[in-house]
C-alpha cells in the first residue's frame, strides 16, 4: 500500500496516543505488584507469580498481535489490548483469589500487542533518520507507566480503597481507548479482517529467523531484557540487605535508575539518529552496561551517596534505556508493511528474557550466597550481546529494510 506524507499535525498526535496507551497499559500490569502491600492476605510470592504470569501472556499477545494488527488494525488492536487490561483489573479489584491467575494473563495478552500495533504506527509517520529518537521517546511510556502506578495508585488506595485505585486505573484505560478512535480513520485502512494464526506465525518467524541482523537483534533483546530485569527486580534487595543502606537511601538509588531510564531512552535515541549507527549506538551501550554492572557488583558499605548515584544513573540509562533504539532497528529492517509482524516476533523473544532472565540471576545468586557476586557475572551478558551485534552487523542484509515505507 501506498503511504503518502502525512499532515503536519498528525505525527505529533500518533506520538502522544501511542505514547498514552503505552504508559496505561505498563501501569495496568504493574497495578497489583504496586497494590499488593494494601490487599488483604497477598503474600510477597504471590507477586512474583502474577509478573510471571503477566509476562506469558505477554509473550502469547506479542505472537497474537501481529495477526490482529492485519485483520481489525493497529489501532483497534492497541484499543482491545485496552480492553483486555481494564478486564484484568476489574477482576484483581473482585478481590476472589482464584481470579488473580486468570487476570494476570489476560493482562499479558492485553499488553502483548500493543508494542507490534505502535510500531506499525509509527513506521507510518516517522522517516528512517528519527527512528531510533521517536521508537526511543514512545518507550518512555514503559517507565512512566511505572512511575505512573507507582505515583497514583498509593494514594488512591489510602483515600478511597484498594478497590477504588484498581477501577480508576480500569476507567482510564477505557477512556484511552475511546479518545483513541479518531486515528482508527487514519490507520485502520488496510485492516483485512480476516483473524488467520498459523499462517501469521510462520510469517513472523521466518521474517525474523530468515534475516541474520534481524535473528541478531532478537537474540540481543534475550540477553538485554534479562538485565534490565535482574537490575529493577533485585536492586533494591541488594542495596538494603547486602550492601546495608537504609531503604530511603536505597530508594533514592532505585529512583535515580528508574530515571535515567527514561532519559537514556531519549538520548539513546537521538544519538542513534545523529549517527546513523543504531547497532553502533547498541554496541556502545553493551560496553557501557557491562561497566555498570561489574561497578554494582564492587558496591560496598564504604561507597558514599555520590558515587552510589552515579553509578545507578549508568546502569539505568543502558540496563532501562535501550529498547527505543532496538525497536527502532527492527522496524527499519523490517519488510515494507510487516513492521507488526517482525516486531512481534522479535518481542517473543524479549519477553522470554524477561521470564526467564531474573530466575536465573536469582537461582544463581542463591547458589553463590551473594547478590554482588551474580552482578559481576551479569556483566559477562552484555558482553556477549555486544559479540552478536558486531558479528550480525557484518552480514549481508537478506531482507529489504523498510526505509521506503516511511514518509521523507
Known sequence: MSIGQPSPGRPALTLASTLAIQMLATAATLAFAVLAPVIPGVALPSVGLFLSLVYLGGMAGSLAGAGIVEAWGPVRASQLGLLAQAAALCMLATGVPELRPVAALVSGLGYGPITPASSQILARTTSASRMGFVFSLKQTGVPLGGLLAGALLPPLAAFLSWQAAFGALAAAALAIAILSQPLRTMYDDAATGRFVVAANLRQMFRDVLGDSRLRSMAAVSVLFSACQLSVSGYLMVYLTTEIGIGLTQAGLIYAITQGAGIAGRIAWGRLADLAGAPRGVLILLAVLMCAATVATGLFTAQWTLAPLCLVAALLGATAIGWNGVYLGEVARLAPPGRVASVTGGALF????????????????????????????????????????????????????????????
Do not use: E, H
Not at 359 to 364: Q, S
Not at 374 to 389: D, E, F, K, T
Open 349 to 408: 523473544c524479549t519477553y522470554f528474557g524477561v521470564v526467564s532472565g531474573p530466575a536465573a540471576f536469582g537461582y544463581f545468586a542463591q547458589r553463590v550466597n551473594s547478590l554482588s557476586l551474580a552482578y559481576l557475572a551479569l556483566a559477562g551478558v552484555p558482553v556477549l550481546a555486544a559479540g552478536l551485534l558486531f558479528w550480525g552487523d557484518r552480514a549481508k542484509p537478506v531482507a529489504t529494510a523498510n526505509d521506503s515505507a516511511c514518509p521523507p
